[in-house]
Structure formats: structure tokens, C-alpha cells
T-cell receptor, first 111, second 119 residues
Framework: RKEVEQDPGPFNVPEGATVAFNCTYSNSASQSFFWYRQDCRKEPKLLMSVYSSGNEDGRFTAQLNRASQYISLLIRDSKLSDSATYLCVVFYSGGYQKVTFGTGTKLQVIP | GAVVSQHPSWVICKSGTSVKIECRSLDFQATTMFWYRQFPKQSLMLMATSNEGSKATYEQGVEKDKFLINHASLTLSTLTVTSAHPEDSSFYIC???????????????FGPGTRLTVL
């Protein structure tokens, strides 16, 4: 089983749609969780951290479910500019540091 | 804030030469920097974790003698690809981690990447 798993997509959605991505992780001791977006041939950019209580930033909502070991990202009112690959990132910093990226979920918002 | 730069942004070299890539945190001190490699249509793969003033920790399968990492200061880490070969051609990305006031611990900020092509 991969340490961090994501549905690779692509998710093709019309403008204005709501889309949700899930990401599962295998290390129950993982401590920090993030969503990044990566545009083609560019570096990842931080979208948002994920808190246990869930957090929202404009049209984006992130949730963490520690019991089931998954995090989610919800995008409301999709814009064309949301088209990108969304990367789930899990960080463990116990006796050693370990950061693991998911393979990413590709989103294409269609006019 | 939280800007990370990388230099060069792209490089083409002959097989057998060594290439040095610099990663700098411009407006914060990075206690930890990470080096990643990304092949086309694949996810980022962590190569090594570098803490200032200590030896880098390499991921399994990454040759430490081939990919030399130096993290001499809190704002600079370098990756040297020694005796590069065509299979080393890839997109190399660094990231830096604070602490930054107000940020979630472990938040990483990425450099723009270096595209290496080995002929």
C-alpha cells in the first residue's frame, strides 16, 4: 500500500461546479497535512494546511479525518484558473522527518 | 514572505559533468531544506532532507555520493549532481521549512525548480 494515495483523475468539471478530492495516508502517526497545487511544469504552491477541525479559505475547504486516515479538499464554484494538479502532502516528524507527497489529482475545469 | 529561489532555472550539460544547484530562502531562515526530483507526469519524489550544519538524510535508493548536498547556512542549500548522465535529466525542486511566525509547523515553501537536461 502506498504511504499516501490519491485518485489521479483527471476530474473534468464545468465552471461553477463543486468538486472534492480525497487522499488517504497509511502512517497513523502522521502529524501535519497540506494541500498544494502544481501547475504544469511549475513548482508546487501551498494551497492550505489541513487542521483537525477542518478549515476554509474562500472557495476551498479542507478536512482531516484521523480515525479513517484521510484528508479531503472541496472546491466550490470552480474557476478555469483552478485547473491544476492538487497534491496531498503528509508530514511525519517523530524520531525522523518524513514528508510524503501523493501522486496528485488532476483537475480540469471546462468552460 | 516565504520566498525560495533556485539557481539555475535550467541547465543543459554533457554527460559526465557535474552540476550544482542552489536553493536559497530569501526572507526567512530555513532550518530544514528538502530536495525533490520530478520526472514528467510523475509526482515529486523526495531525494533528501537537509538540516543546517549536519549531514543530509537521503531517501532509500538515492545515492549520496552522486547527489551531494551541502546546507552550510540557514538560507542556502546546494545540490550537486556529480558525473551526470542522461537518466539524471529531471526537474529538481527544493523546498525550505521555517519556522515562520503564524505558520503551521512543517509548512514547506518551494523554489521554482531547476530543469536539468543531460546530453
Amino acid at each position: 500500500r502506498k504511504e499516501v494515495e490519491q485518485d489521479p483523475g483527471p476530474f473534468n468539471v464545468p465552471e461553477g461546479a463543486t468538486v472534492a478530492f480525497n487522499c488517504t495516508y497509511s502512517n497513523s502517526a502522521s502529524q501535519s497535512f497540506f494541500w498544494y497545487r502544481q501547475d504544469c511544469r511549475k513548482e508546487p504552491k501551498l494551497l492550505m494546511s489541513v487542521y483537525s477541525s477542518g478549515n476554509e479559505d474562500g472557495r476551498f475547504t479542507a478536512q482531516l479525518n484521523r480515525a479513517s486516515q484521510y484528508i479531503s479538499l472541496l472546491i466550490r464554484d470552480s474557476k478555469l484558473s483552478d485547473s491544476a494538479t492538487y497534491l496531498c502532502v503528509v508530514f511525519y516528524s517523530g524520531g525522523y522527518q518524513k514528508v510524503t507527497f501523493g501522486t496528485g489529482t488532476k483537475l480540469q475545469v471546462i468552460p | 514572505g516565504a520566498v525560495v529561489s533556485q539557481h539555475p532555472s535550467w541547465v543543459i550539460c554533457k554527460s559526465g559533468t557535474s552540476v550544482k544547484i542552489e536553493c536559497r530562502s530569501l526572507d526567512f531562515q530555513a532550518t530544514t531544506m528538502f530536495w525533490y526530483r520530478q520526472f514528467p507526469k510523475q509526482s515529486l519524489m523526495l531525494m533528501a532532507t537537509s538540516n543546517e550544519g549536519s549531514k543530509a538524510t537521503y531517501e532509500q535508493g538515492v545515492e549520496k555520493d552522486k547527489f551531494l548536498i551541502n546546507h552550510a547556512s540557514l538560507t542556502l542549500s546546494t545540490l550537486t549532481v556529480t558525473s551526470a548522465h542522461p537518466e539524471d535529466s529531471s526537474f529538481y525542486i527544493c523546498s525550505a521549512r521555517g519556522p515562520l511566525a503564524g505558520e503551521v509547523p512543517d509548512t514547506q515553501y518551494f523554489g521554482p525548480g531547476t530543469r536539468l537536461t543531460v546530453l
